[in-house]
């Protein structure tokens, strides 16, 4: 098998003296969507930030490309092909939506303008709310405005923190319809959810956090089916 995309090994992240992350290790096959799962506080949120450079972790080796990143500010990895669609969409509600999404394209120069054309293509709403200010959107669209921003820079792999969160059952559809698109242009997706039936579902591979540490990982349509994984993390709906 081919080496994966993105590798993380060991992964401690400390906050003062609360241990988040306590030695997580993971692989992301290319072209694969990896999802990390797990209830709330179990340390998603500071993995992903961990790889995306936006904490410096405490310990452990995050390879990307065969290159060692670890150390690597989130700009440049940005640049490298790592992006992150943050957790709560983080669009600048007092900028346009065209604004928005030229920020997330301030690397990218002479493309800048064909790529915004082409998320406009495949959100046409953003083209329609384009000289609005982000910030009147529902949040469904600011969803996908935050989405759309990353996708402008041409992730290789692109981070979705919680993409999910708060959006009403059929925009939740929307939201997976999309993530399943961008993985059929070959993008590699690692998808972070308490939604972890609805993740799981859509994922190659899952690893599950507890406290800090993964408790179970596979293919994911094999954790869909572990009882133990059902009882614990997925409720028995
Ligand atoms: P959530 O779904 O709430 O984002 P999560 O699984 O992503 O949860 P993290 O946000 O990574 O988990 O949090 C892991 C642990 O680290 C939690 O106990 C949380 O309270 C703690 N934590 C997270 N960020 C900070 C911070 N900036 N300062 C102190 N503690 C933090």
């Known amino acids: 098998m081919s080496d994966p995309i993105l590798s993380v090994e060991?992964?401690?992240?400390?906050?003062?003296?609360?241990?988040?992350?306590?030695?997580?290790?993971?692989?992301?096959?290319?072209g694969a969507l990896v999802t990390l799962v797990g209830a709330n506080g179990a340390g998603k949120t500071s993995v992903l930030n961990a790889v995306s450079g936006l904490v410096r972790p405490r310990q452990g080796v995050i390879k990307f490309k065969?290159?060692?990143?670890?150390?690597?500010?989130?700009?440049?990895?940005?640049?490298?092909?790592?992006?992150?669609v943050p957790?709560?969409?983080?669009?600048?509600?007092?900028?346009?939506?065209?604004?928005?999404?030229?920020?997330?394209?301030w690397h990218?120069?002479?493309?800048?303008?064909?790529?915004?054309?082409?998320?406009?293509?495949?959100?046409?709403?953003?083209?329609?709310?384009?000289?609005?200010?982000?910030?009147?959107?529902?949040?469904?669209?600011?969803?996908?405005?935050?989405?759309?921003?990353?996708?402008?820079?041409?992730?290789?792999?692109?981070?979705?923190?919680?993409?999910?969160?708060?959006?009403?059952p059929k925009i939740v559809d929307e939201v997976f319809a999309v993530i399943e698109e961008i993985r059929q242009t070959g993008t590699t997706v690692v998808?972070?959810?308490?939604?972890?039936r609805r993740a799981l579902a859509a994922a190659d591979f899952g690893y599950v956090l507890e406290t800090g540490e993964v408790s179970h990982s596979g293919p994911a349509h094999e954790l869909l089916a572990d009882e133990k994984v059902i009882e614990a993390y997925l409720g028995l709906d």
């Open 10 to 30: 060991g992964l401690q992240v400390n906050y003062g003296r609360v241990e988040a992350v306590r030695g997580i290790s993971f692989e992301v096959p290319e």
């Open 66 to 84: 065969g290159q060692d990143i670890t150390k690597w500010p989130a700009h440049r990895l940005v640049k490298a092909g790592l992006v992150q």
């Open 191 to 196: 998808l972070v959810e308490q939604n972890a």
């Open 87 to 105: 957790e709560g969409r983080e669009v600048l509600g007092t900028l346009t939506v065209a604004e928005n999404l030229s920020l997330g394209g």
């Open 108 to 168: 990218r120069g002479s493309t800048l303008h064909a790529n915004v054309a082409k998320v406009y293509e495949r959100f046409p709403v953003l083209f329609e709310r384009r000289k609005l200010q982000a910030g009147a959107l529902s949040g469904g669209e600011q969803q996908m405005l935050s989405i759309a921003r990353a996708l402008i820079a041409e992730p290789e792999v692109l981070l979705l923190d919680e993409p999910s969160m708060g959006l009403a």
